[in-house]
T-cell receptor, first 111, second 115 residues
Framework: SQQGEEDPQALSIQEGENATMNCSYKTSINNLQWYRQNSGRGLVHLIL?????REKHSGRLRVTLDTSKKSSSLLITASRAADTASYFCATNSGGYQKVTFGTGTKLQVIP | KAGVTQTPRYLIKTRGQQVTLSCSPISGHRSVSWYQQTPGQGLQFLFE???????NKGNFPGRFSGRQFSNSRSEMNVSTLELGDSALYLC??????????????FGPGTRLTVT
């Protein structure tokens, strides 16, 4: 079963615009991660935010976490065509590496 | 460092057959996790191995099994294949040390088609 539900399911924007995608989850978590997947290939880790953190930045990425609302958002600023991919949130609620992925947001950046 | 490798990349099998997929983690990583990805169910956790022991398990039937060798390489096996087992099988490695969750490094996946 999916822990995270992502919104929107698909997003199409022009190059240079910002892209925001949201993730909601059901149970308390230790941390939340965001991954990117290019067209049926392996996933690439983008950023990890721990449950006691509220915001984290990495280059053009900004992640927020609101544990009271059980939600997180990923903002990609100044998007590029190369950002076209599916983005997944992943939560860890227990020990070790048992990670549950969300349903994903398919982002298309039009040049 | 070399990345995570998975073999084979593509596989076509017939219903009822069994299949073995292989994953070589990044050197020094002791944790290997397996995931199944399908359009309908998304990414689902199968199991995780650490130091040759299954440490976590998802909600899959017993037809899905795995193992890890002393060099951390891992295999997963699916017996009595069903059409619904057609999927992209992803392997991920991480240091896996106790005390926390680490980012996972994914392989390119094995695309299994069951006919």
């Amino acid at each position: 079963s999916q822990q995270g539900e992502e919104d929107p399911q698909a997003l199409s924007i022009q190059e240079g615009e910002n892209a925001t995608m949201n993730c909601s989850y059901k149970t308390s978590i230790n941390n939340l991660q965001w991954y990117r997947q290019n067209s049926g290939r392996g996933l690439v880790h983008l950023i990890l935010i721990r449950s006691n953190e509220r915001e984290k930045h990495s280059g053009r990425l900004r992640v927020t976490l609101d544990t009271s609302k059980k939600s997180s958002s990923l903002l990609i600023t100044a998007s590029r065509a190369a950002d076209t991919a599916s983005y997944f949130c992943a939560t860890n609620s227990g020990g070790y590496q048992k990670v549950t992925f969300g349903t994903g947001t398919k982002l298309q950046v039009i040049p | 460092k070399a990345g995570v490798t998975q073999t084979p990349r593509y596989l076509i099998k017939t219903r009822g057959q069994q299949v073995t997929l292989s994953c070589s983690p990044i050197s020094g990583h002791r944790s290997v996790s397996w995931y199944q990805q399908t359009p309908g169910q998304g990414l689902q956790f199968l199991f995780e191995y650490f130091s040759e022991t299954q440490r976590n398990k998802g909600n899959f039937p017993g037809r899905f099994s795995g193992r890890q060798f002393s060099n951390s390489r891992s295999e997963m096996n699916v017996s009595t294949l069903e059409l619904g087992d057609s999927a992209l099988y992803l392997c991920a490695s991480s240091p896996g040390l106790a005390g926390g969750t680490y980012e996972q490094y994914f392989g390119p996946g094995t695309r299994l088609t069951v006919t």
